[in-house]
């Protein structure tokens, strides 16, 4: 699976989306753990590494995918990398397009920021983090009218431990 497939696939699981304590939780087979307020809801997906709903109504996926990222680690063809992955994540949903971008680094990985708008006015926020042998899509969906801004504060934590 290319990572711009991974993308396609968080960005449109999340359309159909216990209570979780405060600490942090742990993903399986990668040192990322999801930091989400204690009052989200877990959801079981079979297809998903970890969902969530918040008690205002966003929606968040995460997924993995076993997929070389070499040229997200190479200067040189890091920017071409990540506009493919965004042409993914936006061919996912017709009438979506991007609102924000940003590409850089979380601890030393590899990191693409992106906030998405449908034509309905729900956003998506999500954070691709590409390792060299494997990709973890963070996908947050936030109905019109709602803040973005727990989105953000929870994509920005997404993240490995600083080395």
């Known amino acids: 699976m290319s990572a711009a497939l991974l993308v396609g696939v968080v960005v449109t699981t999340a359309l ?9 939780i742990t993903l399986p087979r990668t040192k990322v753990v999801l930091d989400l307020p204690g009052t989200w809801t877990k959801l079981d997906h079979a297809n998903l590494v970890a969902a969530y709903r918040s008690p ?4 968040l996926a ?5 997929v070389p990222n070499p040229d997200a680690w190479r200067p040189k063809t890091r920017d071409t990398y990540a506009d493919q992955i965004e042409r993914g994540a ?3 949903v ?3 397009r991007r ?3 940003k590409l850089g680094e979380a601890n030393g990985v590899p990191a ?4 998405l708008r449908r034509a309905d006015g729900t956003t998506v926020v999500l954070r691709v983090l590409l390792f060299r042998t494997y990709a973890l899509a963070l996908a947050i969906e936030i109905p019109k009218g709602k803040s973005l801004d727990e989105a953000r504060s929870i994509t920005t934590r997404f993240a490995p431990p600083k080395p």
Request: no cysteine; charged share 20%; aromatic share 0%.
């Open 16 to 24: 159909g989306l216990g209570v979780v304590g405060a600490d942090p």
């Open 56 to 59: 205002e109504g966003l929606a």
């Open 62 to 66: 995460v997924t993995r995918a076993q």
């Open 90 to 92: 936006i061919a996912a």
């Open 94 to 96: 017709a009438g979506q």
């Open 99 to 101: 609102i924000g971008r």
């Open 112 to 115: 693409l920021d992106l906030e």
